[in-house]
């Protein structure tokens, strides 16, 4: 693992994000449980720990510094990305992650205990069947629908004064999206691939 955590290193610096020890260690723990439990529950197509660092954990970080202090979902979280990597670096962010599988929420329970992960709460239910009794600043997702079906599944959940943030590979281009959505260029180590978030205000 001294790879991986060279590459976590030398990317959060890139990405002006200064981890400590305790996060590196725990995003290592994250990776290596992501591994062990994808053989039985197909959690990643990426299964060498030295890309699931730069595609995942990396790519995860690469959002932060858009991330705001006001309670935010992430919708389809599938194994906890970006999530819980997000909790890791912002332990007093109160976060949510909701998937419709069952079994990637069973990872997720499981990594929330392992880590001691408590500002996550994991909701097992679809996106638009879930109404708590409050709302969230903050609707986040990667790899989850198209621009126009995520405003419209997730509406109900965004607070009035509420923001978007939405992961996008280079097909956003093709979608259509509202007038003021501002697009920002993420950060991917050795440029790997092209990554975009689509930063939306309600």
Excluded at 32 to 56: G, R
């Amino acid at each position: 693992m001294d790879s991986v955590e060279q590459i976590l290193w030398s990317g959060s610096k890139q990405i002006n994000i200064e981890l400590n020890s305790e996060q590196i260690k725990k995003l290592l723990n994250y990776l290596q449980l992501l591994i062990k439990w994808n053989n039985t529950y197909n959690l990643t197509a990426i299964t060498e720990p030295d890309l699931i660092a730069k595609k995942h954990l990396l790519d995860s970080i690469s959002i932060i510094n858009y991330i705001n202090d006001k309670k935010l979902i992430d919708v389809g979280s599938g194994a906890g990305l970006p999530s819980f990597i997000i909790a890791i670096i912002k332990p007093d962010l109160a976060i949510t992650a909701i998937d419709s599988s069952a079994k990637k929420c069973n990872f997720m329970i499981f990594v929330k205990a392992h880590l001691n992960l408590y500002n996550v709460n994991i909701v097992n239910n679809r996106v638009e069947n879930y109404y708590p009794d409050f709302c969230f600043g903050q609707v986040l997702s990667r790899a989850f629908a198209s621009v126009e079906d995520t405003l419209k599944l997730t509406n109900h959940l965004l607070c009035d004064n509420g923001k978007y943030l939405l992961m996008k590979g280079d097909n956003f281009k093709k979608e259509s999206m509202p007038d003021q959505t501002k697009i920002h260029k993420l950060f991917t180590f050795d440029n790997l691939y092209s990554r975009f978030l689509l930063e939306i205000n309600k």
